[in-house]
């Protein structure tokens, strides 16, 4: 069974203060690895697509990597706009033509100004 | 994001009604997806369509649960006989290598 686990569960920075978060996953062959940002009382918001070990992807203030069993989201120089809920999901290989998204709990992310 | 609606954006009901919840991908995916979320929780899969036909339903959590989308287009995913644990957000995603997610349906069944 797919599984992911994010951590920390909830995060407090200060705004200039870069950090991490983590997304540990166990899957059946990798399809893709998703990161998505969730703000309160809306849809998930497509971050990045990973697709193999040691790619990397960036936008504006992140950047995820991926590695194996793990993908980290960095953010730089965090804003108060980059309060949200950071999701990790996973596709496996496995599902023929699904390509159904296995998610993390998520990380709240809170950046004080 | 991409073109998802879904109607309505907030059902209350009462235990033991039947509810329909709409999903339109408006910009015409194929891959059609729903997901349920709890709160503080990521989404879970619930059943996929490609086109109008149901290629997984395995999340759906028992047989009350039903979904269709008989012209490839907009889906409807029926509750019958609701009960209170089936409160949750449920939301349809579109897309095939990348999913867009509309802004859900938040049911609440009294």
């Known amino acids: 069974e797919d599984q992911v686990t994010q951590s920390p569960e909830a995060l407090r920075l200060q705004e200039g203060e870069s950090s991490s978060l983590n997304c540990s996953y166990t899957?059946?062959?990798?399809?893709?690895l998703f990161w998505y940002r969730q703000d309160p009382g809306k849809g998930p918001e497509f971050l990045f697509t990973?697709?193999?070990a040691g790619e990397e992807k960036e936008k504006e203030r992140l950047k995820a990597t991926l590695t194996k069993k793990e993908s980290f989201l960095h953010i730089t120089a965090p804003k108060p706009e980059d309060s949200a809920t950071y999701l990790c999901a996973v596709q496996a290989l496995s599902g023929g033509s699904n390509y159904k998204l296995t998610f993390g709990k998520g990380t709240l992310l809170t950046v004080n100004p | 994001g991409a073109g998802v609606s879904q109607s309505p954006r907030y059902k209350v009901t009462k235990r033991g009604q039947d509810v329909a919840l709409r999903c339109d991908p408006i910009s015409g995916h194929v891959s059609l997806y729903w997901y349920r979320q709890a709160l503080g929780q990521g989404p879970e899969f619930l059943t996929y369509f490609n086109y109008e036909a149901q290629q997984d339903k395995s999340g759906l959590p028992n047989d009350r649960f039903s979904a269709e989308r008989p012209e490839g287009s907009i889906s409807t995913l029926t509750i019958q006989r609701t009960e209170q644990r089936d409160s949750a957000m449920y939301r349809c995603a579109a897309g095939t290598d990348t999913q867009y997610f509309g802004p859900g349906t938040r049911l609440t069944v009294l």
């Open positions: 899957v059946s062959g990798l399809r893709g």
């Open positions: 990973l697709y193999s």
